[in-house]
């Protein structure tokens, strides 16, 4: 198990199989200890963690002892061994409580969820990746489920990368917390999943306390990038040149490989669906934060008095500016000087020294923090399940162990405050209900005191007086507001409050353990005391609008996403909502989601505090035995049951143990429960049959109950296997005895016939073969008129026929055709045929010979475009003229072949000549009757250009033959083929070629 990476797996012996020794190795399960103190249990641990045992189990609850070096328990037999086993049947494992929620999942349509939990460094997020390894080898395979399996295992190297960091208690503890739903549908196979994160400690973007690091992916970067790509980045190798890491020289590691890291993460987003450019985008802004963080500002006086600021080190502001495609004066502007809106006048306040760099750490934190969200949800959009059917859900969720610091701040408030509302949620389904559910059902047993946090919970979080409402008043009151003053107010309406203690309040006036900036809670886990100090402004969560502003500005992309309300054009006076009232309410909503699962809870323990593996520090194990409330559980467990099930389902899952159940029970469920036990002759003391429900006391008697069952179950399995055999037998006997029907008849039938053959007339056989021509020759004809096409000239559908018919089938296709489209040409008016007949003669001149032909074959001719018919002037000058009925008007451009200029004329066509037409006088420019027009030449390309050839004529002798461009150059020069054709009696000659 590869809790940290500290130390070696080789020489460790591997752990066997077989049944533990309880004597030599402790109990497997505590609910089984002897006596019941917190020394025994602190002991029993040691005694396992010295064998390597570092699972035990607290009735269903699994405690995990982190060892701290690599243990071979983990291997595909391990996996093998634990899939599809009774909880009990093995030593404890965390595959055996993975194994229990995925198949009380799958099979009994239960919703799961595993709660991990446990102090920082107790080995939890090396837990939750077992859970999903376990779960992704035993599910459903193939290429698509496995597809979906590596990119829910690739999240974790990615998220690890970007919200974990080396602190003192763990070399890779988790910086904020994780739920992870995985989606599966009825068979048990993955569809997808769903990511949700809680509260990034992005402070430490800024500053890390002594001896710990900033996040994973800076240091990633700089040692496993190659040169080209740092260069492309800007960077150097050395961390000792970048503010944000240079704490210290705490970026050493030995037991980190940055390197090989940074080739898993890089490995991880292309794995779960990131686009190379998504990739170096990310890589580009996580640069920049370093690039900002090195952004240094000066004190300087200015000429009225005030301190103002001046930026050193520009050359890191240009680097930043490159990279995020920005111009040097906008971000510098944003870093140095702020706009407060007066009245309707925008002023410029310059920043001193101290609040440039609180703006740029600013920018820092919200660069990263938004980088973070994006990341969450952009994995969410490549892992989410696509289907909308009903689906089956097993959370895990791995988040903020209890933290206890010499100087603890906002950030260990709402850590701490997390791990209170999950051990609310523990209290309430492992304690609290464990008791009302006995009360409930009748069950006689021993009342437990036990610690309710409730209180403190409601201390942090109720409406109006919990300590997060009064921040937030705090953070929104007008005027000037501070630490101090929070904690003034905080003491004033919480004084009285049993679990905090401030200085200023009158309980605690003389405690000189609380410093006056100070207040302390009492916990669950103990008393810890928080300095107000940063409270103000790490709630608020602010980022100025010049800084959104300039990061909007910047033509990155990515930076535009991450910064929507720095858009110039969006105007939001809404204040924006706290941090924790944020963090409050996704707290809410997690509660409310696993109250609707069914939970398995696996508590880490860490065995000391300097990580060194076979080392057991009892102090240590018994302060994390007395914060996770472990004892109280162990009582319960004693004095209580450890397994319940509602009376039908136990019925349908054991009723096959007694032949008065089985196979259906036709009673009530809590009868047959009475029945099944008496007959099964298991003593009154091992079980409790309540009002809705059938109480186990002893997991070994559970077990004992499986196991016949799985006995049953075989025998039933043999019973129908012989069912089916004997059908299959049957059914092979019915065949066979239908074959040998059919061959005696058949044989029959041959014999008569053999016996008469002679009776027969010679002449039977041709007239047999004319009956049979006949007959072939029909059903070809009745099968061609059932299956005629359709009556459309396009439809090219033709039934088949033999080859004896292929030459009539033939004949009788193309008869077919020219039937139809008579028919099809019958319907036509006279209007009609003189479209389509002018379509015709397009096709003729320009298929295939001309560009731009095809997209004209859509349009229909309407060959007057400007309305001449109707035109009042035309009718009066025309009305009498043999030009009077008009083919085509339209108007076009006439080109001069001497200097290639055009002019606009209108191109009228009658029956009888070409007209070129002064549009405003109607009169005529040009008249060249039909009979004169010899040729007409266009080029095989999409110019508009057509040129008309005439016989020597008083217009031709001046001007030549007529060039002329029109849109409808394709429609002219088909009409004018039609007309020449009608007055000459044959075509003119069509040139369409390139010279």
Known sequence: MTFLQRSSAKGVPPVPFETEDNNIEGVADIVLLEPVTEDAFVANLKKRYKHRRIYTYLGNVLLSVNPYCDIPIYTPEYIDRYRSRNLYELPPHIFAIADDAYRSMRDRNLDQCIIISGESGSGKTEASKLVMRYVAAVSVKGH???????????????????????TMKNDNSSRFGKYMDIEFDFKGEPLGGIITNYLLEKSRVAVQPPGERNFHIFYQVLGGADVSHLKSLRLSRNPEKYRLLNNHDSYIADTIDDKAAFLATKAAMEAVGFRPEEVQEVLTIVAGVLKIGNVEFQPVSNIDGSEGCLLIKEYELRDLCDMFQSPDSVLQTALTTRRVEAGSEVVAI??????????????????????????????????????????????????????????????????????????????????????????????????????????????????????????????????????????????????????????????????????????????????????????????????????????????????????????????????????????????????????????????????????????????????????????????????????????????????????????????????????????????????????????????????????????????????????????????????????????????????????????F?????????????????????????????????????????????????????????????????????????????????????????????????????????????????????FKDSPDNYVVFADMILKINRSSGKNTANLLVMSTNALLLMDQRMMSIKYRIPVTDITRMSLSPYRDQIAVFHAKESEATKKKGDFIIESNHVIEIVAKMFLLIINANGKPPEMVIASE
Request: proline share 3%; hydrophobic share 35%; aromatic share 10%.
């Open 761 to 877: 007339r010679r002449n039977a056989a041709p007239i047999i073969v004319r009956a049979m021509q006949l007959y072939i020759r029909w059903k070809f004809l009745l099968n061609l008129l059932n299956h005629l096409p359709s009556m459309s000239p396009l439809d090219k559908q033709w039934p088949p026929a033999k080859p004896l018919f292929h030459d009539i089938n033939t004949e009788l296709r193309k008869m077919h055709h020219r039937w139809r489209c008579c028919k099809y040409r019958s319907k036509f008016d006279q209007a009609s045929r003189s479209r389509m007949r002018e379509k015709v003669a397009a096709s003729n001149i320009f298929k295939g010979r001309k560009e731009g032909y095809s997209h004209s074959i859509a349009h229909p001719f309407r060959g007057d475009y400007v309305r001449l018919r109707a035109n009042y002037k035309w009718k009066k000058a």
């Open 144 to 166: 698509r489920i496995d597809k979906i399996k590596s990119m829910l295992l690739q999240s974790n190297p990615l998220l690890e990368a970007f919200g974990n960091a080396k």
């Open 350 to 759: 310059e920043y001193s020294a101290t609040e440039a760099h609180s703006a740029r750490d600013a920018l820092c934190k919200a660069l990263y923090s938004r980088l973070f969200t994006w990341l969450i949800s952009k994995l969410n959009e490549n892992i989410r399940v696509e289907n909308h059917g009903k689906r089956k859900c097993l959370g895990v969720l791995d988040i903020y162990g209890f933290e206890v610091f010499e100087h603890n701040g906002f950030e260990q408030f709402v850590i701490n405050y997390c791990n209170e509302k999950l051990q609310q949620l523990f209290i309430e389904l492992t304690l609290k209900e464990e008791q009302e559910d006995y009360v409930k059902e009748g069950i006689t047993w021993t009342h437990i005191d036990y610690f309710n946090n409730e209180a403190i919970c409601d201390l942090v979080d109720k409406s109006h007086v919990g300590i997060l409402s009064i921040l937030d008043e705090e953070c929104l009151r007008p005027g000037e507001v501070s630490d101090e003053s929070f904690l003034e107010r905080l003491t004033q309406k919480l004084e009285q409050h049993k679990f905090l203690e401030t200085r200023l309040g009158r309980r605690c006036q003389n405690d000189k353990s609380l410093a006056h900036d100070c207040f302390r809670i009492q916990h669950y886990a103990g008393a810890v005391t928080y300095s107000v100090a940063g409270f103000i402004e790490k709630n608020s969560d602010l980022l100025y609008r010049d800084l959104s502003q300039a990061m909007f500005a910047c033509n990155l992309l990515l930076l535009k996403s991450l910064f929507p309300e720095g858009n110039p054009s969006r105007v939001c006076l809404k204040r924006p909502t706290t941090a924790g009232f944020k963090f409050k309410n996704s707290m809410n909503a997690l509660m409310k989601n696993l109250h609707m699962k069914n939970p398995s809870y696996i508590r880490c323990v860490k065995p000391n505090e300097s990580q060194t593996a076979s080392k057991f520090d009892d102090n240590v194990v018994r302060r994390q035995v007395k914060y996770l409330g472990l004892m109280e559980n162990l009582r319960v467990r004693r004095s209580g049951f450890c397994f319940r099930q509602l009376h039908l389902q136990f019925l349908n899952r054991y009723k096959m143990l007694s032949s008065k159940t089985w196979p259906n029970w036709s009673g009530p469920p809590r009868k047959g429960v009475e029945a099944l036990m008496k007959e099964l002759r298991i003593d009154l003391v091992e079980y409790a049959v309540g009002i809705s429900k059938v109480f186990i006391r002893n997991p070994i008697m559970l077990f004992e109950l499986e196991e016949k069952r799985r006995l049953h179950l075989g025998q039933l399995a043999t019973l129908l296997q012989a069912v089916y055999r004997g059908w299959r037998c049957r059914h092979a006997y019915q065949k066979l005895r239908k074959s040998q029907i059919v061959i005696a008849k058949n044989w029959r039938r041959y014999e008569v016939r053999r016996l008469l053959r002679h009776k």
